[in-house]
């Protein structure tokens, strides 16, 4: 896939094998779908909320992904992958 972005390494070097199953599942699932809030994450997963809640949190502290304001909805946010020029 063109554009497609790999997801980084922490900042120790190390890759993802620490973070829990569940952060590596949603961290690929932001890598081949893109841009997606909570609920999709949720709904592409099929994980609970309260997991990907947790598994974002996670990935966040590792800045493995980002998140902005959605512009659809102020009250959601959008989470993406770190890219490597960040």
Known sequence: ???Q???PSSP????LRALPPSAKLVAKTLEYE???TQAELVEST???DRTVRYALRKLEDEDVVTSRISFA???QRVYSLTTAES
Not at 12 to 15: L, N, V
């Open 1 to 3: 896939m063109a554009g």
């Open 5 to 7: 972005t790999t997801v």
């Open 12 to 15: 120790d070097g190390s890759s």
């Open 34 to 36: 893109g841009r997606l």
């Open 46 to 48: 099929r994980l609970p």
């Open 73 to 75: 909805d102020a009250r």
